[in-house]
DNA sequence: CTGAAAGCGCTTACAG
DNA sequence: CTGAAAGCGCTTACAG
């Protein structure tokens, strides 16, 4: 009998199966462009996790709106995955914001699980990525060597992600006395374009030199690398740069690249762990640590 | 009625659907690496396409090993996926090929598709990677700009995409009377690592030197140009190097990497476009153009 | 054209 | 402990 079945291919149907029991083996990812080694990592580390009990990982794209994520939650609710895990940070009305929360209750209501791998700005159960710590030991360890003086680039749309890690960086900053410019930077697109226009921008104001250009992502400190260059100047000779998110290959930029490793793919790992855990009375909150990561575009002061 | 259902958020049911219909609305990719950015744009191109259908992509990671493939296909088959996107290459035995035949034409017989992106290796429809007229486009650009001795960086396992590869060098070299020193280089792992010790190895070796190394992945030949700078030369300079896939953020990299476009974003999109459309008795082969995209890696010689 | 019934392949509660 | 029946939420073929 079994071995008619195994002689035949037979293989269970998920679909039966899940018609009986409510939900598919399947983890529901919501991701802006997998093609950002960010979002990458996340994914990487939910497909690890996930694979031993069988789950399979579905990718949604969502924009950074509300209203888009809304509406893909829909249609996810549909496959009635296990669990859905949001990424990424979000920005819309508070009737989007309403909306979005609805959709998640009415999701949640079906027993699915949600949980966020980011920011820690939703009421579910979340493996948050350290940024605010992140931020804030970036800034003591360059402050440790020398740096006195930064300007900070800082993306156009305003968001949990940015807030936390320009609190980060002002905190510690106050403590390690280190002036921080924040009025002479424009806000840029969260691109290497934007951080290109943001550190050319600023080097050609005629403002008093800072000792770094502080990018909340890498992207943005590499284009701000190439507008320092472009300026005739040396990186890190002349101008310390420093990212956020280590997801640049160290090795292939020239100087390295300053960052902060965010642990992203355990946040991804943990995210699904967080799910497959039985919902509890009191939300969940995991924090990881960040660790800062220090290579050649800021070498130490003097 | 239709009203009560919306206030009360109602969503029909998946997988119900999906035990009457035989088949459910996802597209599983199997790919090595999330990470990879090769992998990473097949798959947006896929999730591209798949979303105005109502599909959903999932994701398996596979090693390149058709054991280890066919595991994941049996698992796979549970789910009654749409279509099957296989990408990268494999090895194994050919017992374990037919095994991988086996547990596909099983899949087909449930209704289910098949589709390749990547080599044209397997009997399914599929968009191909076009590496053989990538190589070529590359070596007759760079034999243009007065290139006449190359070295070829090539990975330790034997694959259908390195075949064709080393096929388009061999050919067009040929063509434009370009000398190819196979024999000097050593086979090493398909990474910066491989392609940093290849190019260390070669440069030692005190053979006569060669106008430009060509590596079969970015990767590679990201480890060649440190390889080359760590031996006191300059890249472009004293010696060319070029890589494929053009996947390295070019500006990133100094100097910029020159290298193959290989549309891998369509080549996604391409081949959810194949597992839509109904079987057809003769098998579908879509191949793209590749583009040589040279940058300062490898400046004119003389 | 409409509506009730049968069936998809499972799981689970229940009778024997 | 085993096995037949009911039920999950859909689709589809069929009777009215």
């Known amino acids: 009998m079994l071995e008619t079945a195994e002689r035949l291919g ?5 679909s039966a199966r899940a018609t009986t029991t409510g939900s598919t083996p399947t983890i529901a990812m919501l991701v802006s462009d997998i093609r950002d080694p960010y979002n ?25 709106v509300i209203d888009d994520e809304v509406r893909v939650i829909r249609m996810l609710r549909s496959q009635r995955p296990r669990a859905m895990v949001l990424t ?5 009305s508070a009737s989007s914001r309403v909306a979005l929360l609805r959709e998640l209750e009415l999701y949640e209501q079906d027993g699915g699980r949600i949980v966020v791998a980011g920011d820690d700005e939703l009421p ?8 605010r710590e992140g931020a804030r030991k ?3 360890a360059l402050a440790g060597m020398g740096y006195r003086s930064m300007a900070l680039i800082t993306p156009d749309v305003d968001s949990t992600g940015v807030r936390e890690w320009e609190t980060g960086v002002l905190e510690a900053a106050r403590e390690h006395e280190v002036r921080v410019d924040r009025a002479s930077m424009v806000r840029v697109p969260t691109s290497r374009e934007g ?23 890498d992207a943005m400190a590499l284009g701000a690398m190439s507008a320092v260059r472009h300026a005739g100047m040396v990186v890190g000779q002349d101008i310390g740069v420093a990212g956020f998110d280590d997801v640049v290959d160290a090795d292939d930029v020239t100087p390295g690249l300053t960052s902060v490793d965010l642990s992203l793919e355990s946040i991804g790992r943990t995210a699904v762990d967080l799910a497959l855990q039985e919902p509890d009375a009191h939300r969940r909150l ?6 800062a990561v220090l290579r050649d575009s800021t070498p130490a002061r003097r």
Do not use: C, K, W
């Open 10 to 14: 037979y293989r269970p149907n998920t």
């Open 40 to 64: 990458a990592q996340l994914v990487h580390g939910a497909i690890q996790q996930a694979r031993p009990s069988g789950l399979m990982v579905t990718i949604s794209g969502t924009e950074h």
């Open 88 to 92: 990424g940070t979000r920005s819309g």
């Open 124 to 131: 579910f159960d979340t493996a948050a990525v350290p940024r």
């Open 138 to 140: 970036l800034v003591a």
């Open 195 to 217: 951080g290109y226009s943001a550190a050319s921008g600023y080097l050609s104001s005629g403002r008093e030199r800072v000792d770094a250009l502080l990018a909340v992502t």
């Open 286 to 291: 995991v924090v990881f640590e960040a660790r």
